[in-house]
């Protein structure tokens, strides 16, 4: 038999197409088994495939797990945006909740033209991460995470050239479980960043709203100031608003649907 589950394909952070970050979005009844969800990420053969099922318990509106091509991930902003496009356009209504098994209830909200998605915060502490700067070629401070919903390490350098320049061995730095950023102040926007993650089968990522969680509030201490623009430079490339508040990330961004329909699951 033939299991049709309802599927959106969104470029992510994108005001056009072919920009920003994509994610496939998939409405389903109920949960299939994890190596089912793992095996549906890697036909789509996106950074994250999000899957929806209406939540029971009324914490939030729906439930919500990623997987990318090799695994599930504790939480993926992009995608949650993503998520929160497809089911909002239209006469969606201005805001959804995601009840996640890592990262709490999540929110997505209509902003503008655009959307805001609220993340958990990370605490980061500066101190060494085995092979990680050899595995990236640089030597400059690194900050690794403490607390969170996922293990980041971020690597300050002086500008966006040199964030530009850096050119990982994607062998060694996916032996090195983490995802990782490399940040600078930015020339057109205040902050610009670059996020590779081959450790959990994402060499180098579009535009991570996961990332841009961690880099709110180490910005924003930087910068003196809780809102900030932020520029992913990846070859796709993306545009975020940053916004702290309190114990939440807010991050802003355009959506735009490349696809709509149905993916068939036979079995």
């Known amino acids: 038999m033939s299991l049709p589950i309802s599927y959106w394909h969104v470029d992510a952070f994108a005001s056009e197409p072919f920009a920003g970050n994509q994610a496939a979005v998939m409405v389903l009844e109920r949960w299939l088994p994890d190596a089912v969800l793992i095996a549906i990420g890697a036909e789509n053969n996106f950074a994250e495939t999000a899957f929806l099922v209406k939540d029971q318990t009324g914490a939030a509106d729906w439930e919500l797990r990623w ?50 998605l609220s993340l958990p915060l990370s605490k980061l502490q500066q101190r060494p991460v085995d092979g990680l700067l050899p595995a990236l070629g640089i030597d400059a401070p690194v900050y690794d995470t403490v607390a969170g ?9 002086d500008s966006e050239t040199a964030v530009r320049a850096v050119t990982p061995v994607m062998d060694a730095l996916g032996k090195i479980d983490r995802m990782v950023i490399v940040t600078a102040p930015g020339d057109h926007s205040d902050v610009v960043s670059r996020v590779f993650v081959p450790a959990w089968g994402v060499p180098e990522d579009s535009v991570t709203g996961s990332a841009h969680a961690v880099l709110t509030p180490f910005w924003a201490e930087r910068l003196g100031r809780s809102e900030f623009t932020a520029h992913q430079a990846s070859q796709r490339g993306g545009d975020l608003t ?26």
């Open 67 to 116: 997987c990318t091509p090799t695994s599930e991930v504790q939480l993926c902003g992009h995608a949650t945006l993503a998520s929160g496009h497809a089911l909002l356009s239209g006469d969606g209504g201005d805001r959804v909740t995601f009840r996640t098994r890592h990262a709490g209830i999540l929110e997505v909200r209509r902003a503008g033209t655009g959307y805001e």
């Open 242 to 267: 940053c916004r702290l508040e309190g114990d939440r990330a807010w991050l802003g961004g355009p959506c735009v649907t490349i696809v709509e329909g149905k993916f068939y699951l036979t079995g």
């Open 149 to 157: 919903t996922e293990q980041t390490s971020v690597i300050l350098l």
